[in-house]
């Protein structure tokens, strides 16, 4: 069964053309397409904010454990243990749990005074210059080294672990992603977890070596080797390239809006809601997708077992229905609830320290360079399709 098509209307999320701006396509899928289907890459799509919702909570209908990108999903790979977002109950319970230990409210509050001082060496040296980067001298640093003191990594060599897990959500300009079984294998952590099995440290990687656990037989035991190192290299992920995406859509939508970013300048106490209108507004993931595993009805039609459903977060953030003036980028607004860092099981564990990142990082930002103007002519927004944001946002201050 495919779903009828308007001709002119298309939306492909491998087309650099369309998520240069994806939002006027979001709105006519919403209005005349809810319900969309795209033939030649064989997916269905839902862009309003009521049916993206109900299926990131029907977990049963629709599966997790065939992963979450469309490519993942089509190449049907067994997924290793422990990568969360490619999970369904009752693992996924379990392991969430354990991961989870990452993310408690004392570890990402002890986590504030570092990022500040992390803001700071990036931000300081660029005082007085005529400009600055906000992916290469601030995006690019401070989500990395955060994970990597969260984890344990070596300062010296969290470069390396950034670039690894940019790389895996990377893909060709106008292509889709290459999947391969080792797409989230993390043995590039191998080294790290020798060294701290035989040197524990208060960090999470010592947490994850030591804990016990029943898993999903009954059966209490410790991690394996293999799982741990799946585990650590999803939290390494999980909040590295969307975070330092977060920053540099700070950067373009308040140079685009000059008026609230003096509004920021003039009260910081203001920074909190804008960070979750940016989240709202510039989504840095912008859908999601989802193994359909029994016949659905969506939208009065029905979407067959076997289908791939894409849900367009960054549509749904933006539907009138939910959001009046959704378009509108606004600081002030009550924003309510988005669903940037999804919902229901899969709820983004990392959630607090995105938005603790976030805030500092504007705070300080703000507080040095009031005003910047991006230098268009050097900016560049990334090819890749499973995420959205800029690879360089040049800036200048003076």
């Excluded at 001082?117 to 995006?139: H, K, M, N, Q, Y």
């Excluded at 090819?383 to 944001?389: A, C, F, Q």
């Amino acid at each position: 069964m495919t779903v009828a098509s308007t001709s002119d209307l298309y939306y492909d999320p491998y087309d650099v053309a369309i998520n240069g701006d994806p939002y006027p396509v979001y709105r006519r899928l919403r209005e005349e397409r809810p319900l969309y289907y795209n033939e030649p890459h064989d997916f269905y799509a839902v862009s309003r904010f009521d049916d993206v919702e109900r299926g990131l909570l029907d977990p049963e209908t629709y599966n997790s454990g065939r992963g979450a990108i469309i490519e993942v999903i089509k190449a049907n790979i067994t997924m290793p243990p422990g990568v969360l977002i490619f999970e369904d109950p009752p693992v996924h319970n379990i392991h969430r749990r354990l991961v989870s230990r990452a993310f408690t409210a004392r570890r990402v509050a002890e986590l504030e005074g570092k990022i500040r001082e992390l803001c700071a060496r990036c931000l300081d040296p660029l005082v007085g210059s005529t400009g600055f980067d906000f992916i290469a001298d601030l995006g690019a640093h401070v989500p990395m080294r955060t994970i990597g003191m969260l984890l344990g990594i070596p300062e010296a060599d969290q470069a390396a672990i950034r670039d690894h897990v940019d790389a895996d959500l990377r893909t060709r300009e106008g292509q889709p992603m290459r999947v391969s079984e080792d797409l989230a294998s993390g043995a590039m952590f191998a080294e790290y977890i020798d060294w701290r099995a035989e040197h524990p440290s208060d960090d999470l990687m010592t947490e994850l070596l030591q804990v016990e656990f029943e898993d999903e037989t009954g059966t209490v035991r410790v991690l394996s080797r293999n799982e741990l190192l799946t585990f650590v290299n999803v939290i390494a992920g999980a909040g590295n390239e969307t975070t330092g995406r977060l920053i540099g859509w700070a950067g373009k939508v308040l140079a685009d809006h000059p008026d609230q970013r003096r509004d920021l300048v003039e009260d910081p106490s203001l920074i909190p809601n804008a960070i979750e209108e940016l989240l709202r507004y510039e989504p840095p993931g912008p859908h999601v997708a989802r193994y359909v595993a029994r016949d659905v009805e969506v939208q009065g039609q029905t979407v067959p077992a076997g289908s791939v459903m894409l849900f367009l977060v960054a549509s749904a953030n933006r539907d009138d229905r939910h959001v009046p003036d959704g378009d509108r980028f606004d600081i002030h607004r009550q924003i309510g609830q988005h669903l940037t860092f999804g919902y229901g099981i899969h709820f983004c564990m990392g959630s607090a320290l995105a938005r603790l990142e976030g805030r500092i990082m504007l705070h300080e930002v703000l507080a040095r360079f009031p005003h910047w103007e991006v230098d268009a002519d050097n900016a560049r927004l990334s090819p890749t399709s499973t995420v959205r944001g800029w690879e360089a946002l040049p800036v200048f201050t003076s």
